[in-house]
């Protein structure tokens, strides 16, 4: 069947969309690929399809591969499962919840875990049925509260989700390394540069946890790697503590005057001006700044936590999310410390000195009742200058362990280029990227809270263990788009593209039209997809068009064609070559299927 862009539902676009904000979205719209339909929610159009039923074909092909078994559920879920695993309430806002006739409460999917595992339960109770492994590849549903960059961050996105189910931790190494194995085939055949990086599992839970990053400047994940191959979502890098040290002879923790120091950088000022130090001068390390958030639970419930940490580092807030999850966390505001006037602005100190004596001040079993936790780095023994609580006023020798403790530790300060690696692979640098796919050993999380058990070899009930295995299947369009686009538009690889070739009728006259028309009809037969335009439209139209819609090869028929001559164009190296007419079909043929 030749496809002729003179019938073909489509209309490319002269101006960028108002809200593209990254490349793949912008001429995702502009060649007429996707059309938006409200804030986060886009309208496949029949070339998009093609793409996106390509990508769906990569990852069957390499999922049945491995021997999982295709399966399809409902978008539309009922309550009861999710509120057996408490993520009816943890998956807070993110849930589109709502309610039928009789007002029973339902939701749009956002993922499966629990109807997968209800499904295996209802058929299969013996260790003999597993290994088993399910996917799907589903449309899926989060109320993202700041949708962006078209399908990189949607409202409504398909994905392919898969599940493992094994009797014992040795069968779920297993089935993790198979799909791990299965997702490198994927992202090698989708043809963009990846990285897997170690991750947190949030709220999916579970122990081992890994990324695929697409590398994209574009990318709203930071990630981290170093020269020894250490690589991480910025989320899951770990600071390594340093040794405790001996404070034996550090003073006692005092107070001094440091008028006008709100910040870091004025108190470092006032320190090195007022009370210098005989060996170098002070710098923002060696201040103890106590940061403070409010936390807000799925259900609502807030908190404040302070959060310790060497002064020339920030908190990455993506870093404390995913620390606190599933809670929320926000910087406070003014109307907060007002509401707790225990804390001062700028001089938020671990200690206080009471009538004299020094005292604990923050912490659960301090006056305040806050908790508060600090950074790896802030090990016994180390002395800070922090603040004293009072207005003006800092603490100096202010030794941990031994003038103040803290409620726990919390690994959320920023990462920075030149860091070390956690496993002393070298210095770390930062990239950024798009989150491909995503794979958990999940363990037994979902199974026994759904009551998932089978008898084993012995016929004693055992509870089965679990991976969760998820790629972006939509969000592969873009990733794809955004590392092959350039400024003219679309240059799809060919696994992908919606036609391996396009020919182009550009110029006047039945010799010419003609000619399209054989060409395209004898390249059909030999099972390559064209896309014939034959639309009635100038030359420089149709040259523009192409390129726009990025379909690897094109083929012009134009005035060349007097000399017996058509021209073949290279849409990703930008190669122009003239080709006997009499060659031509036989030439794209050994292309396409060699």
């Keep these: 069947m030749i496809t002729r862009l003179s019938q073909l539902f489509f209309r490319t676009l002269r101006e960028d969309p108002a809200d593209a904000e990254v490349p793949s979205h912008r001429w995702l719209v502009r060649a007429g690929y996707i059309r938006r339909a409200a804030p986060g929610i886009y309208t496949w159009l029949p070339l998009g399809l093609k793409v996106l039923g390509g990508v769906e074909q990569v990852v069957r092909e390499e999922m049945d591969a491995i021997g999982a078994q295709e399966v399809r559920f409902p ?70 509260a700041r949708p962006r960059a078209g399908l990189l961050r949607g409202r409504e996105f398909v994905m392919k989700d898969s599940y493992s189910f094994d009797v014992d931790d040795a069968g779920l190494a297993a089935s993790y390394e198979a799909h791990r194995q299965a997702y ?29 990053l697409a590398v994209s400047p574009t990318g709203e994940d930071t990630f981290v790697r170093s020269p020894g191959g250490y690589a991480a979502n910025v989320e899951a890098v770990t600071v390594p503590p340093p040794a405790e040290q001996d404070a034996s002879g550090i003073g006692a923790a005092h107070t001094v005057d440091t008028p006008n120091t709100g910040t870091i950088v004025e108190l470092v000022d006032v320190a090195n001006a007022k009370f210098p130090r005989a060996d170098r001068a002070w710098t923002a390390a060696d201040t103890l700044k106590n940061v403070v958030f409010k936390l807000t639970y799925p259900d609502s ?104 403790t803290s409620d726990g530790v919390i690994d959320v300060a920023e990462v920075r280029a030149g860091d070390p690696a956690p496993d002393g692979s070298g210095p770390l640098s930062l990239a950024r990227g798009i989150e491909m796919g995503h794979i958990f050993q999940l363990g037994r999380k979902y199974a026994e809270a759904l009551g998932l058990k089978v008898l084993d070899e012995n016929g004693k009930l055992v509870t089965v263990t679990m991976g969760s295995y998820g790629v972006g299947v ?73 390129e726009v819609m990025g379909m690897p090869t094109s083929v012009v028929v134009g005035r060349s064609l007097a000399d017996g001559l058509v021209e073949v164009r290279d849409r990703a190296t930008g190669e122009r070559a003239e080709v006997p007419v009499t060659e031509v079909v036989a030439q794209l043929i050994a292309l396409v299927k060699g």
């Excluded at 409460?105 to 499966?112: A, E, I, S």
């Excluded at 085939?185 to 695929?212: C, H, P, Q």
Aim: with cysteine.
């Design 301 to 404: 419930r807030t908190e404040l936590l302070v959060v310790g940490l060497p002064g020339d580092r920030d908190v990455d807030l993506k870093r404390l999310e995913a620390a606190v999850a599933p809670a929320e966390a926000a910087p406070v505001t003014d109307e907060d410390f007002q509401a707790n006037p225990g804390l001062v602005k700028g001089y938020i100190g671990p200690i206080k000195v009471v009538d004299g004596v020094v005292e604990q001040h923050l912490g659960v079993e301090g006056p305040l009742k806050l908790r508060y936790l600090t950074d790896p780095r802030v090990v016994a023994g180390t002395a800070w200058i922090t603040g004293s609580n009072l207005v003006d006023t800092h603490m100096t020798d202010v030794v941990a362990g031994r003038d103040f």
């Design 474 to 546: 939509s969000r592969a369009v873009a990733a794809v788009a955004e590392a092959t686009c350039d400024d003219r538009g679309l240059c799809w690889p060919r696994e992908l593209a919606p036609f391996d070739v396009q020919i182009l009728a550009a110029g006047k006259g039945e010799e010419i039209t003609a000619t399209a028309e054989r060409l395209a009809a004898e390249l059909d037969v030999a099972g390559v997809r064209v896309l014939l335009d034959d639309r009635k439209a100038s030359p420089g139209v149709k040259f523009t068009d192409a």
């Design 75 to 144: 978008a539309l879920l009922p309550r009861e499962p999710y509120e057996a695993t408490n993520r009816w309430t943890e998956y807070g806002a993110n849930l589109f919840r709502l309610k039928d006739r009789k007002g029973t409460d339902y939701l749009l999917g956002p993922t499966h875990e629990e109807m997968f595992t209800l499904l295996v339960k209802d058929l299969y109770s013996s260790y003999k049925d597993l290994p088993l492994s399910l996917y799907q590849i589903q449309t899926k549903y989060r109320d993202e």
């Design 184 to 212: 490198v085939r994927i992202f090698d055949r989708l043809g963009f540069e990846y990285v897997i990086v170690k991750a947190t599992s949030g709220a999916m839970g579970g122990s081992a946890s890994e990324e695929f």
